[in-house]
């Protein structure tokens, strides 16, 4: 049976759409979602392009399995040139926007060229409309869902919108789907901004066929089983990913005060249990909800219960909101994450960008290099709840002289505070880091050091290192579907056999990506969750494709280097300490001061880790610099890119 | 004894997991406009409340169709479409006041829930089980006992409060 | 491809899952601990460090967070071996 997929070109310049069929070899070389976007940023963006200019493609994706009968193929993908690092932007995001738009007849979307004023994207089952959005400019995030809706007198319309944020052009605005679903890291909502375009609004009646529908019932229910008995998950579907911010904190690798702790001491307001409680109260007993199709339910739902925004509703808070609004700024009430959780979603902005970057302004004011002069009167030290919560409205807003310069971005507002800034922002590619700290765990520190869109957790984080796996267990998972018989340590403070692993696990990331499906779902957080041996059968049962499971994994290195190539077309260079795989030198210089007793004055040996860069470089057949060497290139059959097939 | 499909509003996550495998059961595809059970949303404020059909005693839907091609399942008890009879006039989905009857465009005939001659898939699939496959007796059992759990619960704060 | 019924290496695993377990969260340590059903606290026999337990079910604990002045003065005294000096500027 041929899978017929389609993707559509829309111009929003000239106006123009058009539409393809998705050829299945390319099925077979990037599998779809991430992998294909990869490919088609790499073809469809003109080197050197300005991110906000009506040249970068904004690509819109579901995955492979996207809106099958497979668990949690909810993740909506977008991808663009990023106008927070000038890399690769590339952004994921949970909900119900992806399999509504398979059910609208389209997997991919590249829209290019600039409106002239605000419109927004009407696709309906096959046909895609350019509607008039002047009426939606200046709505938040929610208000622009709702009212599309309405105009279109459809509840059932699905839309990735931006907020205020996104049309104020905030380097790293987001887009939005649903209460809380956010497509966050590198600045995407700002690319949408820059094209006027305020949303694009979905509804789909169409079907998505499955090529052995018995089988991949039945397969579903067993691929659900074996996701959702795994204890990880089970505490998740209880309290949600803040629960990985508070085992974190509890040993000390949470990010603190900018990057003075590494944990964030009697936090106990705002741990996990305390928000889950709040949530209990507010929403009842059964207050966990989820995205499409998913049985891990991860998402709280909650009311505000005191201050300014009492009784509104809301979703999460996420380990980033407890991170951006706890103990970065080291604010320890839960109001204030909460507050703060809410307006990030309305604004529509990355709550892990504007936490650091509040958070390192207030560094920089306890310092002096800012004063009461550039931040206007604001008392913008560590621990004030008010200071914190105004800038995000200042940010998002674009108010302020100070409020300017950090919606533009880490590294351009370093240029702009001048002194010595630069040195206290805590950033990888332009882009700063989840509010965790890896000085204690150099396999951590290396996966964000590398991540294709700037530090970030989730291209290649070794997770399950930090639960101090038996070497056999590490060997079951690390060693297949391609033999590996190097070092490998239980240790997470070692730097032995790290390299392998963030490459390992940088190909199940993307692959997942490529099948659309949540990283909740595969070898993140649970040992024994899904990985490339458990994929083929849910391809097979759902479209008929044949895979094994290093085809898959060729497919995930293939499209990794795809994104490599595109971040080297644009100026990454390995020790670039703005654009190269770098850490700030606080990682290196200043040891942990609290947490487990073994974490204690921990820091990243240079010598190590340089010598972990070149192994992980040599692991994927890159040379010293980092750059893909011409056999590897043949290899993965990408010698000839950008070929200009879709 | 005969069972019936409750829902339990409260439990539901709002996943749409019973939509997508009751298409697949039932049509072979994915796509919930042809799913038997349609999760009703308020984003809003986070509501989410399965529909599906009550197989009820009396049912309009049986009562409406003008060629007799809804009828009762000797052994489940459950209201069947006869796809052979079935001219699809939609009467039906105009009747049902629960909004529970489907129309398939592709077949332009209609649908409603069959229990999937037994062994619903939605139940099997729902793991925080908001939509139960339980005998008619328990039903009402379990409905008295959660109002009166309520009540208790209500009884007990004010007597704490006054 | 139907056919094939082996079982793959994360599914494997599951039979190493431990129900009913914590682990200590000091890195070299990591000590199963097995904390009685309910209780509200756990200490580490080696290393000291001492948590507090949710029950997200009856059978599956979870460290909810240290108890703070244990963990803390375990941490200031590592501090001070290492660094020959107090973290004075802990607020
Ligand atoms: S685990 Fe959470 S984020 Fe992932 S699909 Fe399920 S509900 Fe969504
Ligand atoms: S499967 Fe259960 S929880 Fe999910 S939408 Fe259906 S009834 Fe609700
Ligand atoms: S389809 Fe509607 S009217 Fe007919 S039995 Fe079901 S609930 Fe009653």
């Not at chain 1, 040195?423 to 204690?440: P, T």
């Amino acid at each position: 049976m041929a899978l017929d997929r389609k993707i559509a070109y829309i111009n929003l310049s000239t106006r123009e759409v058009e539409i393809k069929p998705i050829p299945l070899e390319m099925r077979k070389k990037f599998i779809g979602g991430r992998g294909m976007d990869a490919y088609l940023l790499y073809n469809h963006a003109p080197e050197g392009c300005d991110p906000l200019g009506p040249e970068n493609p904004l690509i819109v994706s579901g995955g492979l399995l996207t809106a099958t009968c497979a668990s949690a193929t909810a993740r909506t993908h977008v991808m663009a040139k990023s106008p927070l690092t000038g890399l690769l932007g590339s952004c994921n995001m949970g909900g119900f926007f992806a399999p509504e738009l398979a059910w609208a007849g389209f997997h991919h979307l590249v829209i290019t060229g600039k409106a002239d004023k605000p419109v927004y994207l009407w696709i309906h089952n096959g046909d895609i409309e350019i509607r008039d959005a002047e009426y939606l400019w200046g709505k938040n995030s929610t208000d622009t869902q709702w009212a599309i809706r309405n105009e279109l007198d459809d509840q059932e319309v699905k839309s990735m919108v931006i907020g205020q944020a996104g049309e104020n052009l905030v380097t790293y605005a987001c887009v939005m789907t649903g209460i809380k679903n956010a497509g966050g890291r590198t600045g995407m909502g700002c690319v949408m901004g820059s094209k006027n375009l305020k949303a694009v609004a979905v509804r789909g009646t169409m079907d998505v066929k499955i090529a052995h529908p018995k089988d991949a019932l039945e397969h579903n229910k067993k691929f659900i089983d074996q996701i959702t008995s795994a204890k990880v998950n089970q505490i998740q579907g209880a309290l949600g990913t803040p629960f990985i911010w508070g085992a974190t904190n509890c040993w000390g690798g949470v990010r603190t005060r900018n990057f003075q702790y590494n944990q964030m001491e009697y936090a106990d307001e705002i741990e996990p249990e305390a928000i889950d409680d709040i949530a209990t109260e507010t929403m009842g007993p059964h207050h966990m909800t989820g995205c499409f199709g998913c049985q891990v339910h991860c998402r709280a739902q909650y009311k505000i219960q005191s201050g300014l925004y009492a009784g509104k509703y809301d979703e999460g808070p996420e380990y980033t909101s407890l991170g951006a609004f706890g103990a970065e700024p080291d604010c320890k009430s839960a109001e204030t994450v909460l507050t703060g959780n809410h307006l990030v979603n309305q604004y529509g902005v990355d709550n892990l960008e504007i936490g650091s970057m509040i958070a390192w302004a207030m560094e920089l004011y306890e310092l002096g290099i800012l004063t009461q002069k550039e931040t206007e009167g604001i008392d913008l030290r560590f621990g004030n709840d008010e200071a914190l919560l105004q800038m995000v409205h200042n940010i998002c807003t674009r108010t302020g002289w100070l409020g300017n310069v950090l919606a533009d971005g880490g590294i351009p507002a370093a240029e702009k505070i001048g002194k010595n800034s630069f040195d206290y922002l805590i950033q990888v590619k332009g882009m700063n880091n989840l509010h965790s700290d890896e000085r204690a765990t150099p396999g951590l520190a290396l996966n964000i050091a590398t991540a294709s869109r700037g530090s970030d957790h989730l291209r290649s984080r070794p997770a399950i290192d930090l639960y101090h796996l038996p070497e056999p267990v590490l060997r079951k998972i690390y060693g297949s579907p391609v033999p590996y018989d190097g070092p490998l340590s239980s240790e997470h403070t070692e730097y032995i056999g790290k390299p392998w692993q963030v490459f390992w696990q940088e190909n199940v990331y993307m692959a997942v990506d490529c099948l659309g499906i949540c990283k909740y779902h595969t070898v993140f957080l649970g040992a024994t969750l899904p990985n490339f041996e458990d994929w083929p059968e849910v391809i097979y049962y759902n479209t008929g494709l044949e895979f094994t499971p290093k085809e898959i994994w060729d497919a995930a290195e293939r499209c990794n280097n795809l994104e490599r190539l595109f971040n080297l077309r644009e100026g990454l260079t390995r020790n670039d300490p703005k654009k190269g795989d770098t850490l700030n030198h606080r990682y290196f210089d200043e040891p942990c001061r609290r947490g487990a007793p073994d974490v204690i004055g921990k820091k990243i040996d240079r010598d190590k880790f340089n010598v972990m860069i070149d192994e992980f470089y040599d692991h994927h057949g890159w040379d010293k610099e980092g750059v893909p060497t011409s056999e590897t290139l043949q290899r993965l059959g990408l010698e000839n890119e950008p070929t200009r097939l879709l | 004894m005969e069972k019936f499909l409750t829902v339990d509003a409260d439990k539901c996550t709002g996943c749409r997991l019973c939509e997508q495998v009751c298409s697949v059961m039932h049509e072979g595809v994915s796509n919930p406009a042809k799913s038997r059970i349609q999760v009703v949303k308020w984003e809003q404020e986070g509501v989410y409340i399965p529909v599906i059909c009550k197989q009820c005693e009396d049912a309009p839907c049986m009562n409406v169709c003008p060629v007799r091609a809804i009828s009762r399942d000797p052994d489940f008890g459950f209201l069947k479409v006869d796809q052979e009879v079935c001219i699809g006039c939609r009467s039906c989905v105009g009747i049902c006041p629960f909004g529970a009857m489907g129309y398939n465009p592709t077949t332009r005939q209609v649908f409603k829930c069959d229990l999937c001659g037994g062994d619903p898939q939605c139940v099997r699939f729902c793991e925080v089980n908001a939509v139960e496959f339980v005998p008619v007796d328990r039903v009402s059992a379990q409905k008295k006992r959660r109002g009166a759990a309520r009540q208790s619960a209500a009884e007990r704060q004010a007597t704490a409060l006054g | 491809m139907a056919e094939q019924q082996k079982v793959s290496s994360s599914e494997s695993l599951r039979s190493t899952r431990t129900f009913g377990k914590v682990r200590c969260h000091n890195p070299s340590c990591m000590g199963r601990l097995s904390p009685s059903p309910g209780s509200k606290e756990i200490s580490c026999p080696t290393c000291g460090m001492t948590y507090r337990l949710f029950w997200v079910t009856p059978e599956l604990p979870r460290i909810r967070g240290p108890v703070w002045d244990v963990n803390r003065k375990l941490a200031q005294d590592t501090l001070a071996k290492k660094t020959g000096a107090p973290d004075g500027d802990s607020q």
